[in-house]
């Protein structure tokens, strides 16, 4: 049995325990054979790929990033793509069975292409854990320890000079990172997409906190927006190329707490460090289950569905799950979290 | 309300953040005032302990052990204690209600103080991970990802000397650490209490792993004892190499791996570094998440309970989920890992 | 004898260490009493202080920050300051010397305080390493340390995505923290203040890192001018504060490398994650010696002088030392460093 | 001009930083080309090795062991070996120069050699830091900073317990490792090779730790023979109690303090840990130079010498400053760590 593997999207850490989990489950449970396609569906399409003997995985569970390169390419969107091209590409390579490891657009696209009738499985995979269907994807963990480690660095400045610091970390859509690195650090105010926020409300909580004495910690994720402050929406203009040109909502939001609350206040932004480098153990058992089960699906001929977790069980799901919905913070979650703000 | 808080048994990352999390809730959500025992039950039992204002709390989520300190003592063996021993105590300290944080002695003995119609809730803890009634204890996850990266330390100096490389972990009757950690790390052959192998079966993996041209890593849990090999069980002295045999199973089990497979074989017994320390971004928000549900259980008076996690979602069952059997690796997990050895 | 002691600047890894250290030595060598005064010379010339008993200290050497707080007050800016002022100071508190740990503002305001007859001794603190008649300065190595490890998570993403990553460090005046950190990331190109290097020499070593097959990554200080490239120089805007607007070099150099060389590029701050947090061990182990040595300067009435490593020794050397020239990166140092670009 | 390169002995993390700096330097500024023999002699004798082509070293220097593995091997024990086995084996590979990086053993081989005209330079080895010559050996930061991490948490469940810790670290020898270790971990006790210690001396120094409400941490570098104490040279078996009497010196301590003090003691053995992973940017950075500097003198035909660091300087010393005498720890250097004992 031949069985392409690649992939799709923002590199995320745990990508290769996937491989290798699902290529070594593959030939000692299965016979199965690998190839992996080369920057997720560019290389499928395009006939680049590296044949994944077991040698080709080997020690790669503990390594960040993907072996096989990523790429944003959408298998619809590319000229040799669509359900015609991606049948074209299985016969080419005599394929049995496709595992696309990606986010929302590579499992939307995977189940068009199933629903087509082509032999493939998806494994969900988004650093900010806002696919449905599952409780938890690889990489979110390790994001947030590399986030909470940060800021736990963040904060002794913070205290040494009496200053505020803000300190914004991943989440367009989503505040699950923002919400558990916050809760981590011990933040007094956590700010996420899903919830809107007057700047007089993150002036209180900071203000609160300085009254007893800490330095104030504000965690915001990058999609969240206040309520008001409209100086906040003020574009800082954007590059000739039409890239945001610097100034994330951390940045926005420091100088106006500075204002509001008379407090010094400073900003980091974590960025690329938290989506990169070794995933937590947490991680690395997760994806290589969620490799191991999609082997699995795939020696059964499951198409069409992708692994998921369960409480502590790797089982299946239609892709639907993880799509018909964005996985935001509940109402209850950020309620809780709210409780040790201020 | 005046509530009594206290850590009980071996020490565990996230003690800490289970106190924060309850007092802090207590305070805001509840209007609770906490006093915090000293050395566990001893504490309570001998009217040793601190209040609990906010500022006692600060900071210290991300500090290992326990403020409180703990100790072994039983509510039942020690001579002020048992039922009207512990009532004696709630009431002199004139609470409402009682915290119990701790393993399998402390949750049996607050179910029977519970069932004799004290107020007591309970927060299962156990760095093994062997409680019912609960996905994850918090602790585990710290344990493991230390584990786990001291064996990736370890796992450099086997591939350079071409070694066999044996690594003990914590697990006296459940193999959880030794399972997570080994699948993470790579390990060749993973040993667990649960699961009876025979030193040949060892060998033959340790062998395979050497002929694919790799260092084997062998991760085996304290409690582990081959299905056969005597010589395991002989007291301590020296084996037949003069070589100095040691206490624990792995020091006993490289002698004997290097014997069957002439390959040079080294033990590291991690020991109490897997305990101790700064909890993972996981275990502060878990823990911290039980110990506000914990705050909450009291106001409610929902005696004779304790905190759990199930998916994501903290929520309540009875002290009996938590005793009824220990919790140990499942036969599926254990034959998931398994696929990986050799 | 009554010795005041502060922490002046900015924070740094080890700050607690050199207070531990010299408290410690102070208390068991020379019967010492030490009062902490808080936020540098703030503290003492407004009679802020700490009565700093052994058990103050406990414990705080692996702790970031500084217990006493900082501030960026200058003894002969402040009304009260002055020798005349600092004099009073002393006098008020019945010092019979002062320790003061501090950069350059500090040791510059100290020796003018000391050649007036005032019995101080300076403690070097630069996390940049740039301070003259040391070899190095507790901090450094905890800031190339956190970058370190920071760079090598960005290294996954940069691979995984075909991109050059541009990771900016501390590094106004002197490139030691790039240098250090660029040779342990194996970056292919370093840009240093002390260094005028052009964009097409930038994009040339970035060309050639990418035409090995390789993600290029460029290290650059804060303080880096290229040589050319007006763009570079053209203002980003400031707020009406005053205050930089975001855009530190390395946001502005990340367009124009990909400009010039078609490389996807992103760039990373890492800011003040650098200089906060636990100190690696090299940096509690010089920090606590050169402590310890000013307890000694102290007691030996060995007045504007302060302690210094040179190879393995702490010794002393006068303050003049640290104050004749800023420490650049020499040439040879950068030319080694240049020889693993591109 | 073709090279050989090799690394014999205990593995320590930095090898493979050593090999790229050697390789990239030899490549880029001297035209060289590298032979890698394996595991040390045995490969240069028996004729394994392998091209270091460029692409070969990418990346290494963040790896722990040594890409070319490592043997006990000495030149003048192995039947191919001595003067004329060496000599022949530098001609059938038709090379220039041989880099040898390893320990006292090796060098004393290399100068052997090169005193009888072979073409060798060395690089100093060990993680223990006891080799003359040079300030300090790269590995050796990281085996303290790696014990320091490991003693913070251990020092966490003595703390919750009130036990006394007993961390024995490696150092057959001399006792840097014990030193900088202990020290950066303040311990109440730091006991090594160089230094007779008696058990009521130790007993003191925890006893006054205690007194103090501290739990008492001791750090015993695995050469440590207390100056009486019979007991703790008798032979394996069980103590007085019934207790396990283990193989260390640690684990020998822990009950005798434990007897002395009646304070609970427990001993971990931190092992192999802190020899292999990922070197701290300290070494990557002193192992890069050291290799680089390794090329230069092989360009120069500067043979019969070895790399070394003086304060922040690389430099060439002859092979004998390495051998003459075991660099131990200074008398004033244990005075000064004693300081904070007890």
Redesign the interface.
Same mark, same amino acid.
């Given at each position: 049995m031949r069985v392409g593997i690649m992939?799709s999207g923002?590199?995320c850490?745990g990508?290769n325990a996937v491989i290798r989990?699902a290529v070594?489950?593959g030939i000692?449970?299965h016979d199965q054979e690998y190839l992996g396609f080369l920057?997720g569906w560019r290389g499928l399409l395009q006939g680049e790929f590296m044949n994944l003997e077991?040698?080709m995985v080997?020690?790669i569970?503990? %390594?960040? =990033? +993907?072996i096989l390169?990523?790429?944003r390419t959408h298998p619809f969107d590319h000229p040799e793509g669509g359900v015609d091209g991606v049948a074209a590409a299985l016969d080419r390579h005599q394929l049995d069975g496709l595992v696309a490891i990606g986010g929302e657009g590579t499992l939307a696209g995977a189940k068009r292409l199933a629903d087509a009738g082509l032999p493939i499985v998806g494994v969900p995979k988004t650093i900010d854990n806002d696919l449905g269907g599952t409780?938890?994807t690889f990489g979110f963990?390790t994001a947030? %320890?590399? =986030? +909470?480690e940060?800021i736990?660095?963040?904060?002794?400045?913070g205290?040494?000079?009496?200053r505020c610091?803000v300190a914004e970390v991943m989440g367009r859509h989503a505040g699950w990172i923002a919400l558990?690195?916050g809760?981590?650090?011990?933040a007094h105010a956590v700010l996420i997409p899903e919830q809107k926020v007057t700047m007089a409300q993150i002036a209180e909580w900071v203000g609160d906190a300085e009254d007893?004495g800490?330095a104030p910690l504000v965690v915001v994720a990058e999609g969240f927006v206040p309520e008001d402050a409209e100086e906040v929406h003020t574009p800082?203009?954007l590059?000739r190329?039409g890239?945001k040109?610097?100034?994330g909502i951390g940045?926005r939001l420091a100088?106006l707490i500075e204002d509001m609350t008379g407090i010094e206040t400073?900003c980091?932004?974590?960025?690329?460090?938290q989506?990169?480098?070794?995933p937590?153990?947490?991680d690395?058992?997760l994806a290589?289950?969620m490799g191991?089960g999609a082997a699995d699906m795939v020696a059964d001929g499951d198409w069409g569905r992708m692994v998921a977790l369960?409480?502590?069980d790797i089982h299946r799901v239609p892709l639907e799950a993880a799509l018909e919905s964005l996985k935001t913070v509940p109402q209850h979650r950020y309620d809780?979290a709210a409780?040790?703000f201020g």
């Open positions: 992939t923002g590199d850490p990508l989990g070594l489950n000692k449970s920057d077991r040698s080997r020690g569970s503990k %390594q960040g =990033g +993907t390169g990523t790429s409780d938890y963990d947030v %320890q590399t =986030g +909470t940060a736990d660095r963040l904060r002794t400045t205290e040494s000079h009496h610091m558990h690195t809760m981590a650090a011990g007893r800490r800082l203009g590059d190329h890239r040109r610097l100034g940045d100088p400073r980091t932004t974590l960025g690329h460090i989506r990169g480098g070794t937590t153990a947490f690395r058992v290589t289950r191991m369960t409480g502590t809780e409780l040790l």
